[in-house]
């Protein structure tokens, strides 16, 4: 496990830890190691990303837990959404093997067993802060997507409502597809 040890990290030294079997995400100068999923959670991330793919792949990139350079109260933050998206409008000509340089269209959060709502909400509302247009925060117990907004309060769908935004545009799915999709529904 990577992790600082008294001595806060810079963005260059924590770009320049050598890989590592878990991914870190540079939080307040430390690599905290990114938890690692669950069934439930990796069932839903991949059902996410097959309904993901099929409209945006002509529209942008769709990462799986590719981490992005953002700032966070004033630091250095690089966090590791579970799924990204960035149009290609954002995205450079040429990204290498490295951090997504730009904040995400969207960042989409699985909430994990040993994670909250209230911690998944303050996160939302860091990539915000940071330029990202669109936080989901799924929850595959609640069976249900909150789409967080700059400029509006968030909604959370759940069953067969329609999410469909128009910053999104031709996007449009249940948080039941997904659920359906991942094997999670009752």
């Known amino acids: 496990m990577i992790q600082a040890t008294g001595k806060q990290l810079t963005l260059e030294e924590f770009l320049e830890l050598p890989d590592s079997d878990t991914g870190c995400e540079l939080i307040n100068g430390e690599a905290i190691p990114k938890v690692s999923p669950k069934r439930f959670h990796s069932k839903t991330q ?6 993901l793919e099929g409209w945006g792949e002509a529209r942008g ?37 490295e951090p997504c340089p730009v904040p995400p269209d969207l960042a989409i959060e699985i909430i994990s067993p040993d994670q909250t709502f209230g911690e998944m909400t303050a996160k939302a509302t860091d990539y915000l802060a940071a330029g990202v247009t669109r936080v989901w925060i799924v929850d595959p117990r609640a069976k249900s997507i909150t789409v967080f907004y700059p400029d509006a309060p968030p909604r959370t769908y759940t069953g067969a409502m329609s999410l ?5 545009e031709g996007l449009l799915l249940t948080s039941q597809q997904v659920f359906q999709q991942a094997g999670l529904s009752s």
């Open 164 to 168: 469909t935004d128009s910053f999104l």
């Open 46 to 51: 991949r059902a996410l990303l097959r309904l």
């Open 61 to 97: 990139e769709i990462g799986i837990e590719w981490s992005v350079i953002l700032q966070r109260q004033g630091q250095d933050w690089v966090p590791i959404p579970d799924l990204l998206y960035v149009s290609n409008e954002r995205l450079p000509d040429y990204v290498g093997d």
